[in-house]
């Protein structure tokens, strides 16, 4: 059996699935290692929705990545699997007017011209009933905005990648990978793999994997929580949008009831260190529940303050919060995803195609230079410090 490559990918989440997809349409003989099954729950792509937004608050570099994004998205050919990626539901996103989450989407959108609505908690209250926001605090509206759903999503990249010829493996662990010359050897705990280029896009395990580069990698355990609604409220198809409200230094987000069901709430801020991904704690206890309790008693007065099901997925962090994508500084048929610290699923189509992009070209027209390992690296150095600068 040959067991050489062009391409393996080590990971196969949101980020190693769409990079498998990107691969295998350019007609690269590829192949991606899981260690658990496609669209799993035990890492940090699953929870059935995810916000997708333009009017970027974290910073309005990201702006012309999302753009592509949606594009990406819209073009994901449905081989295998069919239903609506992309849903356009609407986002409003509620704190002070200097508060990160409004002062940063106003930022991005006044720099990239993206259309936005304004409200007063006031006017908020009126146009979005059974929500309540806090007095003087405005709300940013971005009709554009929306959701993906997770699983989905990771289903039909893999689809899109099989159908182009692109191999899989899954319930296969890597035990270590090394760089040899011009090519990569893989070691799982059944068989040896070798390629010409490897991705990692490994998630919360992206730390041990690449322990050869020290990276200050921060993984925290993050639950989901669906609740029932007590009245129909929330329901998408009256036209409630996704939210995520900015209050006293914590910040919630949600969707609305999709297909009638019950209502998503999480919290972004927080979470508890994860030393170990596979053995993070699944089990809920009353110290998740009380922030998110609180946030709904104050902010959604219709909804439930029990819940029926939870999840527990993980954020990778960097310190700045952004994402590192790059290739290794020592190897170069080698490239990284990792850090997507709680925001970067929405990236996927498009970050998939930069890694693409850099393993087999060793560059991308995507502008993506912000996010590279090695600038931010040398900025660290020139700074004194040890680790990537603080967010922007």
């Not at 200050?216 to 669906?226: A, E, M, N, S």
């Not at 104050?298 to 099901?309: F, G, I, M, T």
């Not at 290739?327 to 080698?334: A, G, M, T």
């Not at 709680?342 to 991308?364: I, M, Y």
């Amino acid at each position: 059996m040959n067991r050489h490559y062009d391409c393996i990918v080590l990971g196969v989440g949101g980020f190693g699935s769409a990079v498998l997809y990107h691969l295998a349409r350019r007609g690269l003989r590829v192949l991606g290692l899981e260690q658990y099954g496609i669209a799993h729950d035990r890492g940090s792509s699953h929870g059935e929705t995810r916000i997708i937004r333009k009017a970027y608050f974290e910073h309005p570099d990201y702006v012309p990545l999302l753009k592509r994004a949606y594009t990406l998205w819209q073009k994901l050919p449905r081989d295998g699997w069919s239903g609506q990626l992309l849903n356009r539901v609407g986002l409003f996103l509620a704190g002070a007017p200097d508060s990160e989450v409004v002062a940063g989407t106003r930022r991005a959108a006044e720099a990239y011209h993206l259309p936005l609505e304004f409200f007063t908690d006031r006017e908020a209250a009126n146009h979005f009933p059974g929500f309540r926001f806090t007095p003087g605090s405005q709300v940013v509206f971005e009709r554009d905005a929306g959701y993906l759903p997770v699983e989905n999503c990771i289903r039909a990249h893999i689809s899109a990648a099989i159908h182009r010829g692109a191999g899989l493996k899954t319930k296969t662990r890597v035990v270590s990978w090394k760089a040899t010359g011009s090519t990569v050897q893989v070691q799982t705990e059944q068989e040896t793999f070798t390629a010409d280029r490897l991705v990692i896009t490994a998630g919360p395990w992206a730390g041990t994997l690449l322990a050869d580069l020290g990276l200050p990698l921060t993984v925290v355990r993050k639950p989901q929580f669906w609740f029932p609604v007590l009245r129909n409220a929330y329901d998408v198809d009256v036209g409630y949008p996704a939210y995520f409200f900015e209050t006293d230094a914590r910040q919630f987000y949600g969707f609305p009831q999709i297909n009638g069901q019950l209502l998503k709430v999480a919290e972004h801020t927080g979470g508890t260190v994860v030393h170990d991904p596979a053995s993070v704690d699944r089990d809920i206890h009353p110290e998740d529940l009380e922030g998110i309790v609180n946030f709904l008693r104050q902010h959604l007065p219709d909804v439930s303050l029990v819940p029926e099901k939870h999840s527990v997925c993980m954020y990778t962090r960097t310190p700045d919060g952004h994402f590192i994508v790059d290739r290794h500084p020592e190897y170069p048929q080698v490239a990284i995803g990792a850090g997507f610290s709680g925001h970067g699923f929405k990236f996927t189509s498009v970050l998939g195609e930069a890694l693409a992009d850099l393993v087999v070209d060793g560059q991308t027209e995507l502008p993506i230079g912000f996010l590279s390992l090695q600038n931010r690296l040398a900025a660290a150095e020139r700074n004194g410090r040890g680790k990537p600068p603080q967010k922007r």
